[in-house]
Every structure is written in structure tokens, then in C-alpha cells.
């Protein structure tokens, strides 16, 4: 009965001891100086070192979106631009910023609980704590910032190669000339749209570095537990990208 109630109680545990780091991090942002050269570190290993992959995925995604439409719509009373009105939106609204919210997931979230993990079953926080440094400021408020800020510049270079690469693979395929993409494109625009993208990529950018913070600073039992809390940052990271991802289109769209 008791471990029952145990593992009933579990998840409301592990969201207040979430919320209590969340409350710690907010009340730590104005420690500038404690945090700031982690912060341009965090930037560039979370931001400039995740440009080759996400970029590769974006080119990718935005040419089978192209290949794929136009195998669909296929047709004398369909006009040839209707592939830019479907893939460039599809690319700003959808595509490019899950995708990138995916591989950060994997690359990034998987990497910070990985070094918080490490960080606390060698007792190297405990460590901090005791010469009087702030562990949440010095190791997660840099992390979170960095997520909120550079994902948002991936997402915008995501579309971008997206919609390059679909305009690319449209002229090579001979299904469309770049006029006739971008006309489609044009003519379907929302200026609303890439806004909400971005303000998914700054919330998913929040969901895939607060989790995987959470689950790195609460590790526990050696190596296992690293092993364990790695993989629960990548994959809860991921559940909840898609769970963001829709309240935000119910709420915003």
C-alpha cells in the first residue's frame, strides 16, 4: 500500500521539485555576472555548434515537402504554384521549427543532463555550494537563456534552407520554375506566421533546456542514473515539444 502511494505521489514530486528550480532560476537572473560567460559558452554549443545538423535536417525536410507535394498535386486543373503555397508555409509554421526542436532534443537536452548528471553524482555541486556559489545560477540559468535565445535563430535559418532547398529541388525536378514557387508562396503568406514561429521556437527552446537541466540536477545512483536521466531529458523533451506544439496552435492560431 505504502510504495503504491509512493509511486502515485512520484509525478507531483518530481513537478514541484521542477517548479522550485524553475522559482530558483527566475530569482537568480539577476546574477548577471555569476552566469554570463556560461551563457555565451551555452550559446555557442547550444546555438553555432547545432548549425550543421539542423540545417542538413531543414534542407532535407523542405525537399521531400517539395517532391512529395507536387507528386500529390499532379494535375492539369491544379496550377504549378500551389507547391510554394503548400511547402512554404508547411516549412515557417510546422517543419522547420519541430524538426529543430527534435534534434536539439537529442543533441542539446541529451548533453545537459548528461554534464548536470555527471556534475552531481561526482559531487562536483555540491562542491559549488560549498565555496558559497549559487549552482542554479552558475549551471542552469545559463543553459535555459541560451535555449530561449538561440533556438529561435536556428528555427529562422531552418526555414530559410527549408524553403532554399524546396526551391532548389523544385528547378532540378522540373516541377515548377522559382517564380512560379514563390508566387504560390507569396500568395498564401501570413504575416502572423513566422511570429508564431518563433514563439514556438523560443518555448520549445524553454521545455528541451528547463527539462533537461531539471533531470541532470536531480540525478541519482552513479552512472546508471546519468545513463537513466539522459535518456528520460532527450525523450520527455521530445513528448512535450509535441504537447507545447499543439496547445500553442489551439491558443494562437
Given amino acids: 500500500m505504502q510504495k503504491s502511494l509512493s509511486q502515485f505521489l512520484l509525478p507531483f514530486r518530481a513537478l514541484g521539485q521542477y517548479t522550485l528550480l524553475l522559482v530558483h532560476a527566475f530569482s537568480a537572473l539577476g546574477e548577471f555576472k555569476t552566469y554570463r560567460k556560461n551563457l555565451f559558452d551555452q550559446m555557442v554549443r547550444i546555438g553555432v555548434d547545432s548549425i550543421p545538423i539542423v540545417a ?10 517539395t517532391v512529395q507535394t507536387a507528386y500529390q498535386l499532379v494535375s492539369p486543373f491544379i496550377p504549378k504554384s500551389v507547391i510554394g503555397a503548400v511547402v512554404a508555409p508547411s516549412m515557417i509554421l510546422e517543419l522547420a521549427v519541430v524538426v529543430t526542436g527534435f534534434i536539439l532534443a537529442g543533441r542539446v537536452g ?15 555541486i555540491d562542491a559549488l555550494e560549498a565555496m558559497g556559489l549559487n549552482s542554479v545560477s552558475y549551471l542552469v540559468v545559463p543553459r535555459v537563456l541560451a535555449g530561449m535565445i538561440m533556438v529561435p535563430v536556428l528555427y529562422v535559418i531552418a526555414s530559410f534552407i527549408g524553403i532554399a532547398s ?22 498564401f503568406f501570413k504575416p502572423f506566421d513566422p511570429i508564431f514561429g518563433v514563439i514556438k521556437a523560443f518555448v520549445f527552446g524553454f521545455v528541451i533546456t528547463s527539462i533537461s537541466c531539471y533531470k541532470g540536477y536531480f540525478t541519482q545512483g552513479g552512472a546508471e542514473g546519468v545513463g537513466r536521466s539522459t535518456t528520460q531529458a ?9 504537447v507545447a506544439d499543439l496547445v500553442l496552435a489551439v491558443l494562437l492560431l
Avoid at 110 to 124: D, H, K, S
Avoid at 166 to 187: C, D, K, M, Y
Avoid at 236 to 241: D, E, N, Q, R, T
Fill in 56 to 65: 542538413m535536417a531543414a534542407a532535407f525536410s523542405g525537399a521531400v515537402m
Fill in 110 to 124: 541529451a548533453r545537459i543532463a548528461a554534464e548536470l548528471g555527471t556534475m552531481r553524482v561526482t559531487e562536483q
Fill in 166 to 187: 524546396g526551391i532548389l529541388v523544385a528547378n532540378l525536378g522540373g516541377f515548377l520554375s522559382t517564380g512560379e514557387f514563390l508566387q504560390g508562396a507569396r500568395q
Fill in 234 to 242: 532527450a525523450v520527455l523533451s521530445c513528448v512535450y515539444i509535441l
